[in-house]
């Protein structure tokens, strides 16, 4: 994921089309013309996906805050099993 939290996809594994937002990025359909933004790629520009696929696609996680901050060290990561003494 990007710094955003969209989607980060490989340019390389894209077609020309759907590089250029001409074509779904999920399967490759040209038209309609997809118009879902579904992620980017490093650059920043936009990748789209059909109405179709859109909804197949992960959400976008909400961006991490700068700084690196995190959950705090003291206490257990998600899902960790948490044992009392």
């Known amino acids: 994921m990007s710094r955003t939290g969209e989607l980060m996809f490989d340019p390389g594994a ?19 013309r997809p118009r879902v933004r579904a992620g980017c790629l490093p650059n ?5 996906a059909c109405d179709d696929c859109a909804p197949a696609l992960p959400s976008p996680r909400p961006a991490e805050p700068e700084g690196g901050a995190g959950r705090p060290v003291s206490g257990p990561a998600p899902g960790e099993a948490v044992t009392h003494r």
């Open 44 to 48: 920043g520009s936009g990748v789209f």
């Open 14 to 32: 894209l077609s020309a089309v759907q590089r250029d937002g001409d074509a779904c990025v999920v399967c490759h359909k040209r038209w309609p």
